[in-house]
């Protein structure tokens, strides 16, 4: 019998796919307490304090929300899963992770995250992958930190939180640490942040500096410098992941690609050289998106036929947007059963590398 709006959303397969939620959020209880610790210090900076600041802080039912489903890896998580349908979630260290620390903080609890997300996983191994983080000051002791969880831990990928104190994997600085990823044919999750606080402060008298734009702007733009930079001729291999439907890139590859060539022809910025391809090139061979918060067909379908339908897959954003709905929006998608199967679960499994096996005997 065919699931109506008024039915159960059901775990299992039974609809001929598993769900796999490839961006949902977690935070252990220690790094809650350094930013509680970072407010009451005034330390952090204002998107700091205007993202995680007010999560922390609020008394609204959705923040509320928010804080218990972060740090639980277990029951509450389990249940709001299986209300929901979802087989599998990847977790990842949530923003602005440990990208506001100094390097002997950011290492500290960049290890701690990962030991505890490891022990998650193998708690619930048909429930759960998770993703590593580092402290991205300190770059040998976070391909360390990578390399562990990659190969000790088993984590599947580097959650990467946007800008690191107002920088970017395009500066070189970082590079060793994006050629662990692509040695280690992992993937990177490049989620959003606030916009780094040289120029958040529009943003913030508008109300837009988070989700609502603010993020998309944000990532997009670490995106493009990575891109424009020369990070994927360095590493061809390398692979990253974007969420919110590519955080609107997919619409603009015509014209990334006519002025990148113009600018590039003008010599009118000394940061702008010739690439080996093109800027839409990059986005259809090195990196995929998830759906995350963004349910609507229309979008989902657009960026498949541009982007490629191997590179589009299901995510939630659990805990910031949880609503059952949003599943059967995308369960609805008028797609052949065997692309909407690689939809939700197909792809996720080959591009985190997730054992198969394993969740079927969920």
């Known amino acids: 019998m065919e699931e109506t709006d008024r039915e159960p959303l059901r775990t299992g397969g039974r609809q001929g796919y598993l769900r796999i939620a490839t961006e949902e959020a977690w935070a252990p209880p220690a790094l809650m307490d350094e930013w509680h610790r970072m407010i009451d210090a005034g330390e952090g900076g204002p ?164 989700s609502v734009f603010g993020f998309q702007v944000e990532t997009s733009l670490h995106a493009l410098k990575m891109i424009t930079s020369g990070v994927f001729d360095r590493f061809p291999r390398l692979r990253v992941v974007l969420g919110h439907l590519g955080e609107a890139l997919p619409y603009w590859l015509y014209r990334l690609d006519y002025m990148h060539a113009g600018m590039v022809a003008s010599h009118r910025y000394p940061a702008i050289g010739p690439l080996q391809r093109r800027i839409s090139d990059y986005l259809r061979d090195n990196v995929w998106i998830t759906t995350s918060g963004m349910p609507a067909a229309e979008p989902i379908l657009f960026a498949r036929q541009v982007l490629g339908p191997e590179r589009v897959m299901y995510a939630m954003d659990y805990p910031y947007e949880y609503s059952p709905d949003e599943v059967r929006m995308q369960d609805a998608l008028s797609l052949p059963s065997a692309e909407k199967r690689a939809f939700f679960e197909g792809i996720a499994i080959d591009v985190f590398g997730l054992d198969e096996a394993a969740l079927r005997r969920a």
């Open 47 to 210: 998107g700091f304090r205007s993202l995680i600041g007010h999560y922390l802080t609020s008394d609204s039912a959705r923040a509320r929300f928010i804080r218990d489903g972060l740090t639980d890896a277990g029951e509450l998580r389990l249940a709001h899963m299986d209300a929901a349908g979802i087989d599998h979630a990847i977790l990842a260290l949530t923003s602005p992770g440990t990208q506001t620390l100094d390097a002997d903080r950011g290492r500290a609890l960049a290890e701690l995250a990962n030991d505890q997300l490891a022990d998650a996983v193998r708690a619930h191994p048909d429930r759960f992958s998770g993703l590593a983080a580092v402290g991205f000051e300190d770059v040998p002791a976070a391909v360390a930190e990578l390399e562990r969880g990659v190969t000790r831990l088993g984590l599947h990928g580097l959650i990467v939180n946007s800008h690191i104190r107002g920088r970017y994997l395009s500066d070189p600085f970082f590079w060793p640490i994006l050629e662990a990823v692509e040695a280690l044919d992992v993937p990177l999750y490049l989620h959003p942040n606030t916009p780094n606080d040289a120029i958040i402060s529009t943003f913030l008298e508008s109300g837009l500096d988070g």
